[in-house]
């Protein structure tokens, strides 16, 4: 947890990835006091925290009884990311057919510089350059409606997209996933490049499951079946 000079973002990137870790379960009060406690903040930027966190569905708010962890199952997280997955491939089509050729070698310089990244096993500068990369197609779509709305379904997922790099071997492969586009956008193939996309962003689903909250319903079926 940051403390001094702590910003709002700051403190939703880290709340949001301890709930996605399990530090913080389902169901767990988050106290405003004792946030701002550890942040070293006023409750002002907490509260903003909060409901920043309430619109990624990560906090459930609760008139006059404060905020909780929320429940992610696992089918409302794969309908995110299945609606992530036709977005991405959007703007990838798009930008193989639209990247000028600036942006397309600066595309490509960037994918070959993180293959570095890789190698000295970097995650958090991994996941920096992989929001970039991912930030590049939307732009590369040269549509303004489409970028917004990739953009706004993409913050909701970021820190399942960033608790996938703890896994064994993620970093290689979202690297050889983002080759794949790199190349077929470079080609100008967009059907290609829409599909290694959707694919991408469907590996990444896989990836984050495991991070997912089973659904209460399932949890209380199999323990009934187990009786």
Request: include cysteine; glycine fraction near 6%.
């Amino acid at each position: 947890m940051v403390r001094s000079g702590t910003t709002v973002d700051q403190m939703v990137r880290a709340i949001a990835d301890r709930i996605v870790t399990g530090y913080l379960r389902p169901g767990e009060r988050l106290d405003e006091g004792s946030l701002a406690a550890r942040f070293d903040v006023s409750r002002t930027p907490v509260r903003e925290a909060l409901g920043q966190l309430s619109a990624m569905g990560l906090v459930e708010r609760r008139p006059n009884r404060g905020a909780i962890v929320a429940v992610i199952t696992q089918e409302h997280l794969a309908s995110m990311f299945e609606s992530m997955a036709e977005l991405e491939a959007i703007c990838a089509r798009f930008s193989a057919e639209r990247m000028t050729g600036a942006e397309r070698r600066s595309l490509e310089l960037e994918h070959q510089a993180s293959a570095r990244l890789v190698q000295l096993g970097a995650e958090e500068d991994y996941e920096y350059f992989n929001t970039e990369f991912h930030s590049r197609l939307y732009r590369g779509a040269h549509n303004t409606h489409i970028h917004d709305l990739t953009v706004a379904t993409r913050s909701r997922l970021a820190p399942f997209r960033r608790a996938q790099f703890m896994l064994p071997g993620r970093l290689a492969k979202s690297w050889q996933e983002h080759d794949v586009i790199v190349t077929a956008i470079m080609r100008g193939d967009a059907a290609a490049a829409g599909k290694a996309a959707r694919d991408h962003v469907s590996i990444v689903s896989e990836a984050s499951a495991v991070f997912a909250t089973v659904d209460p319903m399932e949890s209380r079926l199999s323990r009934s079946a187990r009786r």
